[in-house]
């Protein structure tokens, strides 16, 4: 399931007025569609930017914001301030706005002309104090916006603005985001369970239940030739025992009814519209009827890495922040995936977590060629030999997610991990990661813990804390980071200050 970028726009406002004549408005323009060119050109920006003009008055800026929010395709708005734009002229379009800001600090001019600067170019070039103005009515108004301050041609600048167009993109996507639950949450578990309804209130997207019996229409109309085509698709892109290809085996029987699971549920979830799914081992469909004989994880791992978001355990946070995760990581080069803090490994400095599920780890992030195995699975209601693919993941540096429900607010908490080398694992046979929380094992998982956070969370290798502090600003929730700066004592402190901030700001909102 794709969701490309080139479906998206961003529009970018030049502010200015008409105090310094006609004329100035003109170079402002001229110099506003240069700059817009120039980003374009730079191929650094994943999402096109569409120049909107200059916003002289206070009813230009309002109806420009008006526009934004009615066009689907507009995901979020630049405002960059070539002169001295007074701010009051933003308040009633700033009211409006309901789009993702980004406020650029910028200049046309590079470099200050020191032998021929005149007033002419400083009546054009006032960002210095322009862009000062603007931003102060932003923060006056509460206006959640991002700020990127730096030459409009560097790299930097321009990746900044990358970052957010990525963290926009997963906002618009999220907008229209249905997650089906196939089954109920597990039973008892507190982490996984939250507010549905102010999910959608909060980040926009939908959850909605789906008994197992209805997945099990699709289920019984798959096609046996669809099956055996899809098993073919396997055996071609994953290593695995030529034995697997014995039709008389029930290890191939096995791969074949994954296969069959794999069609019904893209099936029901396109016939849906849904971006993600949950599912719950102890909810596999009646015995006497259509049903799963094993648990699908081999069609959750590569219904992942299609882009399909996925929580295990009815855990539908999980899967509405992989989607968020899998859209801003498109095109990136190393994956993300869905894991659970699966077992510890003591060793001093370099004491690692295990991230691997029972089953359901995207392929995205491996290291070498998954490879199609088939081993008994004790656990769920359908103890049984069970198809997945295996494999070890990438090492490097990355960043893992999740989103919890605190009662009166939604957290994000982000940390920092370094993937070290995992072995593979004989005796228990799924993917897995090792990581070493930072900035060290005792200080990182101490602080997830002292935090509120889940044993599962969204792993990307390419997407930084930058990315999901562009979306939890955009989302207006809390965002708690771990990285190489925590220590215990100043997180102590953050939580306790973010407790009365929260409750302040819903009392104000
Ligand atoms: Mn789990």
Known sequence: MNSSFEQYEVWFVTGAQL?????????VDAHSNEMVKGLNGSGKLPIKVVYKGTANSSKEAEAVMKAANNDDKCIGIITWMHTFSPAKMWIHGLQQLKKPLLHLHTQYNKEIPWDTMDMDFMNLNQSAHGD??????CTRMR???KVVAGYWKDEDTQHKIGIWMRACAAW???????IIRFGDQMNNVAVTDGDKVEAEVRMGYH?????VSELMEYHAQVKDADVDALVTTYFQEYDHDKKLEDKHTEAYQKVWNSAKAEIALRA?????????FT??????????????????????????????????????????LYRTAWVMNQGLPNGCSFLEDYTLNFNNTNSAILQAHMLEVCPLIAAQKPRLEVHFLGIGIRKSQTARLVFTSKAGTGCTATVVDLGNRFRLIVNDVKCIESKPLPKLPVASALWI???NFEVGTSAWILAGGTHHSCFSYDLTAEYWEDYAEIAGIEMVYINKDTTICDLKKELRMNEIYYMLNKALC
Not at 172 to 178: C, F, I, S, T, V
Not at 280 to 285: R, T
Request: aromatic share 10%; net charge negative.
């Open 279 to 320: 599912t719950n081992f102890d909810d596999l469909g009646q015995t006497d009827g259509s049903h799963f004989d094993q648990i699908p994880g081999l069609a959750s791992q590569r219904l992942m890495a299609e882009g399909y978001g996925f929580g295990a355990e009815g855990d539908w946070k999980s899967a509405a």
């Open 19 to 27: 105090l310094y004549g006609g004329d100035a408005v003109i170079a």
């Open 268 to 276: 029901i979830l396109k016939a849906k519209g849904a971006k993600g």
């Open 172 to 178: 618009a996507d999220a907008q229209d985001m249905l």
């Open 207 to 211: 959850v909605d239940y789906c008994p």
């Open 437 to 439: 929380p930072q900035p």
């Open 143 to 145: 206006i959640r916006r």
């Open 132 to 137: 000062r103005e603007f931003g102060h009515i």
